[in-house]
């Protein structure tokens, strides 16, 4: 069977003491890896080996590390090299640190020991009921992350993907702004309290911005990413509906492709629209749908949105004037009336099964 990787958000709940550990730790842990870039960038070395030769020892007396933290510091700098051997980079102290298996492991279902300056700490973890059940397929390396005062680890997990069956129908989905998702059944899915959440978050913030004082940046500090945590919620809550359903039709899904429509959009949208479309992320709406799709065993594919929402599903006659407004479409060929989103999504469906036709081109008549 094969598998995916997904990565498990663990939140740590150390006591004072340890979290005092860990940061120094953390900072320890930067220090040595700025100090091994700098190194193999000044010698012009940039491989795991080279590096170690020529500083190992050095950051163990320096920084006071272990050996297997020196080891992972340094590949903490050979990461970063692999992407831009032009700028030597720079490690912020509280930085992300990589722990590995000689590092730190689970005890039990609620406690995980993790290296530090001092030695091995125990510290307690709680876990969403949703990874709950796949600790046992965690595996390899773990990063330490400080966010906003609190501990996480992030850890990778083997997750078994069910085969894919081969499907002749789909389940077209059309997104957008009033609607998030429209399906080629006719559901849909509104965005009218997450636009009203999108506004009060930012009147909430445009008044404290105002204000200015000691008291409101704090109120600030707290209310950041509190907006993208929200959408990240929906968009998961909603991928999850999709693929569930989807599954239950014994159909695939079939999505609009719409890499760089803030771009696209940007000069013909009007500035209240874009600031709704720069809001929402279809593209973190997709990487769910994705995922979630391949562990259910459910097929997933990616077509041209163009002209889906300008097209008359029942005829194929395309012109912008069937397009009446926001919700309505009015073909003036056949004269087929529908919602226009969900005209758009039954032909986002039929191009989701011209994808998997040989020699077809997924595309809407023009």
Known sequence: ????????QIKLLPDAEQASALLAYMAAFNAAATQAARVGFDEGVF?????????YRELRN??????????????????????????????KSLGAVTYDQRTFSFKGIDRVSLLTQGGRI?????????FSGRLHALKGQADLVYRDGK??????????????TP????????????????????????????????????????????????STKRRLKRLSGRQRRYQTWVNHGLSKHI??????????IAIEDLTGIRIRTKKTARRKQRSQLSNWSFAQLRVFLTYKARMAGVSLVVVDPRNTSRTCFVCGYCNPANRLSQNCFSC???GHTDHADHNAARNISRLGQLVNLPQKSATVNS
């Not at 491989?47 to 500083?55: G, M, Y």
């Not at 501990?151 to 894919?164: N, R, T």
């Not at 693929?243 to 695939?252: D, I, R, S």
């Open 62 to 91: 320096t920084f006071g590390v272990s050996s297997q933290t020196a080891v992972r510091a340094i590949g903490k700098a050979v990461e970063c090299f692999a992407r831009d051997k032009i700028k030597c980079p720079t490690f």
């Open 47 to 55: 491989s795991q080996p080279s590096i170690h030769r020529l500083c």
């Open 1 to 8: 069977m094969l598998g995916m990787k997904l990565v498990v």
């Open 243 to 252: 693929v569930a359903k989807a599954k239950a039709l014994g159909a695939g």
């Open 151 to 164: 501990f996480f680890l992030l850890c990778i997990a083997d997750v078994p993907e069910l085969p894919v």
């Open 332 to 334: 003036t060929s056949c």
């Open 167 to 214: 499907v002749r129908e789909f389940l077209g989905v059309d997104l957008g702004i009033v609607n998030i998702a429209t399906d080629s059944t006719g559901e849909r899915h509104t965005g009218v309290e997450v636009e009203q959440h999108r506004k009060r978050h930012l009147r909430v913030r445009s008044s404290f911005q105002r204000k200015g004082t000691k």
């Open 122 to 130: 125990l510290v307690p973890y709680v876990v969403g009921d949703y």
